[in-house]
């Protein structure tokens, strides 16, 4: 099978750098040059054919969910963005995988992996019986709870500050040589998977502060 040609679609020109050099560390992979609009993703689809685009949403002049849908080649959408809205965007538009920003790139790699096999599974010209189906989608999706339980290494060294005591975004940030803002992301995350629990604190002026600690599991 040829090497699989992929289009990344970044307007932040370090981003879409580290995607490309992820792409093509993996055998079988090319990576195209990136661009950084829809206009430029569209007309690059049309001009070089390839196999798979890995998209952000926010881009300077569209939506990169819509570039998804009108492009009609197989993407995964990567972004920031968390709100269940823009995710089911997403899949309607036919994403394949929708990855959240910051992720390791071992993430990355292993989707793109997966997605040589479901390729793999789906290139005979004869007709597919159910099982090839049902194999390839599995080689796609993968198992859904090792996705949930990896942890970045951002994330290890959050839950690591957290052994020392309830703290705020800042301490956390403070203890991990982190910035306060990527402690403040990582934090939210880690809440919404029921790894850290969230406390208010209030003072004598001000709004109360957000105060964090491990939960049950944050440990484990």
């Given at each position: ?43 690059a689809?049309r ?5 798979l ?17 009108s ?15 823009t ?16 992720f ?41 709870e090792?996705?949930s ?72």
């Amino acid at each position: 099978m040829s090497d699989i040609r992929v289009l990344i679609i970044d307007d932040d020109f370090r981003v879409a750098g580290v995607h490309r050099d992820i792409v093509a560390g993996i055998r079988g992979f090319v990576s195209l040059d990136p661009v950084r609009t829809a206009a430029e993703a569209l007309s690059a689809t049309r001009a070089d054919s390839p196999d798979l685009v890995l998209a952000d949403v926010y881009l300077p002049d569209g939506d990169g969910i819509e570039v998804v849908r009108s492009c009609g080649v197989d993407a995964f959408v990567l972004s920031a963005a968390t709100d269940a809205r823009t995710v089911r965007r997403a899949f309607r538009a036919g994403a394949l995988a929708y990855l959240v920003k910051p992720f390791e790139a071992r993430t990355l790699a292993d989707r793109l992996e997966r997605y040589a096999r479901y390729r793999n599974l789906l290139s005979d010209s004869a007709p597919l019986t159910q099982d090839q189906i049902d194999r390839a989608a599995t080689a796609l999706r993968g198992a859904p709870e090792q996705a949930s339980l990896s942890r970045s290494a951002t994330e290890r060294t959050i839950l690591t500050a957290l052994t020392d005591g309830e703290a705020s975004a800042s301490e956390v940030a403070e203890r991990g040589g982190i910035s306060r803002a990527t402690a403040q992301r990582h934090l939210t995350a880690l809440a919404s998977r029921g790894l850290v629990e969230i406390s208010l604190r209030y003072g004598t002026t001000g709004r109360p502060e957000h105060r964090f600690r491990l939960a049950a599991s944050g440990a484990d």
